[in-house]
């Protein structure tokens, strides 16, 4: 999987893009897993939250939570890239 983010300026359209097609950029893909998962079924929702914190070594603490909606449910990580 990877993302296409376009940014539309008043003159120029620019494309950055993960996928093995483009060229090279300074995206790149990552791969966030909870340490416990989430059962969910068909009916529940799910929401949840990714936060960025640049850290000083030119990268980022990535934060994630899940929630089921309804429930005391959630499923938390914290990575530093």
Known sequence: CWFDIVFIGTTEHVLL?????????HWY?????FSEP???NRTQ???GKLSFLA????????????M???T???????INL
């Open 55 to 66: 850290n000083h070594k030119f990268s980022y603490q990535i934060s994630m939570e899940a």
């Open 45 to 47: 929702v799910v929401t």
């Open 17 to 25: 893009s993960t996928s093995p097609d483009y060229s090279a950029t």
């Open 72 to 78: 005391n449910i959630k499923s938390e990580q914290t």
């Open 29 to 33: 893909q990552c791969r966030l897993l």
């Open 38 to 40: 989430l059962a969910v």
């Open 68 to 70: 089921i909606e309804g």
